[in-house]
């Protein structure tokens, strides 16, 4: 095998969830592991269900996780031609056969097998007939009366498959259109695929690929099934579970990084590892450690990696995915050295994107609005000398600096007799209109010296003309 060829082939019938992004990223590792290609193609023969929208919200999916691919798409509505071709190599080779039996006249066999105790299937009334094409009839491969059909796989191990319980299955319906195991097998022949990883669900389809694969004399790729991503209540993922597409976790705040990192997490490992940067997975990945038991999804640990993967990255790398994220709650912001320093004091306390732009807000507004508990406990008269004094001093700074700034708390601090929280916390107030907030050093230097006095001169504004604490003066 001189140059690995994976390919990941989604149905547009509907946007990119886990497991799908999970068989795209495998696929995807081992190909750039090995300097191979990943060719992307789109399955989209279902045409009453295919559409075009989720074609682009498949290719938007796999763009932010930053999965890229070497060939495609191709279109499966796009590649009859090739099916025909091969379907008619098969029946003049005799490996196939055009069959005139109606849906009826199938289950009638069908139920008359299972009334001998046999498996439901069709019995071959056609395969001797040598019929000739026609409006009604579809096209069968021949399959082995006895015998077995082994699936040697990367992850599996070897799977026997009776083939005397495959009937003579059909690989072109009768409108000439071509059945999904010849689409995919023709698909894989022509496009040099040799590398195939996919869900465990598709192993009941391996076998009659096979038999087209030896019926068109062509060589098998590897073929690995990995188990399915269940919930954590051990059934088959869903959105009760917290799985969403994966567009969706764009927009709740999650880095595609730490996607990579989770989803890659969910079926394979390196030794006792968690953490991994894509680079750092691309350089390590492997089929070997490809796990052969189902993964459990856990919303949490997403979320806690997520946490490590801004906290790992630098400011000026979240600026523009925190901008998507301020522009949906209505902050047109810039990628700039406020914004970066905004971020600075933000990464650490930050799980999601979205939690980040919402503890962002502050820095952006012009005029922050107290949180009415917040202001009645700290902005009261009692503080007004307090933020007098702030202002005062941090006007006189020269350099505003945090060494500058712990030097004005002290001296206001010995100048008042209070403690450092009882002023850092009105202060606190004063600036952001709430109790919560990064470090009181870190958020002054990141909002910078003229919006925190303009900040403090409205809080004292507020105190002096409201006249709304008076009485708790």
């Known amino acids: 095998m001189d140059t690995i060829i994976t390919r990941f082939p989604p149905s547009p019938t509907g946007t990119l969830h886990i497991g799908g992004a999970r068989t795209a990223l495998f696929n995807w590792l081992y190909a750039k592991k ?8 789109i399955e989209d023969t279902d045409t009453a269900r295919s559409t075009k929208e989720s074609v682009d919200a498949i290719l938007e999916s796999l763009k932010w996780l930053g999965i890229d691919w070497d060939e495609g798409p191709y279109f499966q509505t796009e590649r009859y031609d090739i099916y025909n071709e091969y379907i008619e190599k098969l029946v003049e080779s005799g490996a196939a056969y055009y069959c005139s039996c109606t849906p009826d006249e199938v289950n009638v066999m069908r139920e008359e097998a299972k009334a001998r105790g046999l498996k439901p299937m069709y019995n071959g009334k056609c395969r001797q007939k040598n019929l000739k094409k026609s409006d009604n009839t579809v096209v069968r491969l021949k399959t082995p009366d006895s015998g077995v059909t082994i699936v040697k796989d990367i992850v599996k191990g070897d799977t026997a498959f009776q083939n005397s319980e495959m009937d003579d299955f059909i690989i072109q319906r009768s409108d000439g259109s071509a059945m999904y195991n010849l689409a995919v097998v023709i698909d894989d022949i022509t496009m040099g695929i040799n590398t195939i990883i996919r869900g465990d669900d598709h192993l009941i389809n391996t076998p009659k690929q096979m038999l087209i694969y030896k019926a068109l ?14 919930g954590s209540d ?14 969706e976790y764009e927009k709740m705040g999650f880095l595609p990084d730490a996607m990579i990192n989770y989803l890659v997490r969910l079926g394979w490992s390196h030794g006792d590892q968690e953490f991994f940067e894509k680079n750092d997975l691309i350089e390590k990945f492997d089929l070997e450690h490809l796990g052969r038991s189902a993964s459990m999804f856990d919303t949490d640990k997403l979320v806690s990696l997520n946490s490590k993967h801004i906290q790992n990255k630098s400011p000026e790398e979240l600026a523009d995915p925190l901008l998507f994220h301020l522009k949906n709650i209505g902050i047109n912001a810039r990628n700039d050295a406020f914004t970066q320093g905004v971020i600075e004091t933000l990464q650490p306390r930050s799980k999601t994107l979205v939690d980040m732009a919402q503890g962002a807000v502050f820095y952006y ?7 009415e508990k917040a202001a009645k406990k700290f902005l009261k008269p009692d503080i007004l000398p307090v933020l007098q004094k702030s202002v ?7 350099n505003y600096t945090q060494e500058e700034l712990e030097t004005v708390f002290k001296q206001i601090m010995d100048e008042t007799d209070l403690k450092f929280g009882k002023i850092a916390q009105p202060l606190r107030v004063a600036i952001t209109g709430t109790t919560v907030s990064p470090g009181i050093f870190e958020m002054l230097l990141a909002l910078g010296k003229e919006k925190t006095i303009l900040r403090i001169k409205r809080a004292i504004h507020f105190i002096s003309e409201s006249g709304l604490f008076q009485d708790n003066a």
């Open 217 to 230: 004399g062509a060589d098998l790729p590897v073929f690995g099934h990995v188990p399915m991503v269940l």
């Open 392 to 398: 005062d001093y941090i006007e006189g700074l020269e």
């Open 234 to 247: 051990k059934s088959r993922l869903s959105k009760r579970h917290g799985a969403m597409s994966v567009g």
């Open 365 to 371: 507004q012009d005029t922050v609005q107290f949180d």
């Open 34 to 41: 090995t300097n191979g290609k990943f060719i992307l193609r």
